[in-house]
């Protein structure tokens, strides 16, 4: 059984998981939060769900982890789209993030993240254990991978012209954090969250995208103006460097800022604004502690490390996140919404000058790994496992 992200008993996927899916209880009709009640509505039932996004004329892709992306329109989901590249399927990897162009009203670009196998694999019986993961480790995961993240046009329930256009170097066997949250900037830069693959030090290497965040023109290739593109040995493609495994990653609309979210170790988990060049500390530092409960020094130690803006210890297993610019829940309007796995719940956090003021913990009793904005207001949220539904978040009467 793979270790994931944020709490030795707590896992984001494989036994855990599906252990939590035998146990749902059932969903509850109306939440209480501090701003009234809110209705719950269950729209869809999903195979392990990772990521959505709208399309321009209302439609929703989409993506479930075994490898196939769905349309969700008119209270239906489709049958999957055909030309998705092959994903490589167990514990936390397989089909993840999606993102759609910026123009995509013109062009029809869909983009993918998913962890992809190497066509040729190593002849080892098991992966080597590492004392900081813990007991729980699945040794026997010897397939060589790594994330990637691919294009291609939507042509109705067709992807066309697919490209790979880039991967995460080098591939790895086995372990998890993908990464794999995708946003794109105002500027149409292609955001990307690379995960540390449970192998800790390639964060702070920069001559590996892994444990990185990346930033990629849309077609794959580097731009001029990324901060190590002319430095020796260093990947031009990385933005940002020394985290972890970031599930959350998107712009605040009123800064243009980047904003993060990642898991700690055994607690820690962060929330952070993105800069340019800057090193977030990953392994050197953290707010939380190894799984064999090792001490991880605190960034405080070594301010040469940007420090998160917020952190949880215990953990709540980010994963999904949102700026609020609707009108629907007028009381939430400028905040940000985080999902949460092992915390199950949905957090609002409360923002002013750059700065976390407030949060509200909205106890879902699910798995939350994804929360988008819809264009009528809603809030739609993915719940986790081979069970997970499609929410819909509305206000309700009090």
Not at 265 to 287: A, L
Request: proline share 7%.
């Amino acid at each position: 059984m793979a270790l994931v992200c944020s709490s030795v008993a707590v896992l984001g996927g494989g036994v855990a998981a599906q252990a939590h899916a035998a146990q749902q209880t059932p969903l509850a009709p109306t939440v209480s939060t501090q701003s009234g009640p809110v209705t719950v509505e269950r729209l869809a039932q999903l195979d392990n769900p990772w990521g959505m996004v709208f399309l321009p004329d209302g439609r929703l892709l989409i993506t479930e982890k075994p490898g196939r992306v769905r349309v969700y329109v008119d209270g239906k989901l489709s049958e999957p789209i055909e030309g998705v590249p092959a994903v490589d399927y167990q514990d936390q990897g397989g089909l993840l993030g999606v993102t759609i162009d910026p123009d995509f009203a013109r062009n029809g670009w869909v983009y993918l993240s998913y962890a992809e196998a190497a066509r040729q694999q190593p002849d080892v019986d098991s992966d080597q254990a590492d004392p900081r993961l813990g007991v729980f480790q699945d040794l026997a995961d010897t397939v060589l991978k790594g994330a990637a993240v691919a294009r291609g046009r939507l042509d109705g329930l067709q992807l066309r012209d697919v490209k790979t256009i880039w991967r995460q170097e080098p591939k790895t066997i086995g372990r998890g954090h993908f990464g794999g949250r995708l946003a794109f900037s105002p500027d149409g830069k292609l955001f990307i969250s690379s995960g540390d693959r449970q192998r800790f030090e390639p964060a702070q290497d920069l001559g590996s995208n892994i444990g990185k965040i990346v930033r990629i023109n849309a077609d794959g290739s580097i731009p001029d103006d990324n901060p190590f593109v002319n430095q020796a040995g260093a990947r031009g493609d990385i933005w940002a460097l020394g985290i972890r495994n970031a599930l959350g990653l998107a712009f605040n609309p009123t800064s243009g800022q980047l904003w993060e979210h990642e898991m700690g170790p055994k607690g820690g988990d962060e929330f952070n604004v993105i800069e340019r060049g800057k090193n977030y500390g990953w392994p050197i530092v953290s707010p939380g502690d190894h799984y064999d409960d090792a001490p991880i020094p605190r960034h405080s130690t070594r301010p040469e490390f940007v420090a998160p803006l917020k952190s949880w210890n215990p953990s709540t297993s980010p994963s999904g996140m949102a700026f609020y610019t609707g009108d629907l829940f007028s009381a939430w309007r400028g905040d940000v919404l985080l999902g949460g796995l092992s915390g199950q719940a949905v957090t609002r956090l409360t923002l002013k000058n750059g700065k976390v003021t407030a949060e509200e913990r909205i106890d879902m009793k699910r798995r939350i790994r994804d929360v988008i904005q819809a264009p009528d207001g809603a809030v739609l949220l993915l719940t986790d496992g081979d069970d997970g539904e499609l929410l819909r978040l509305t206000p309700g009467t009090q």
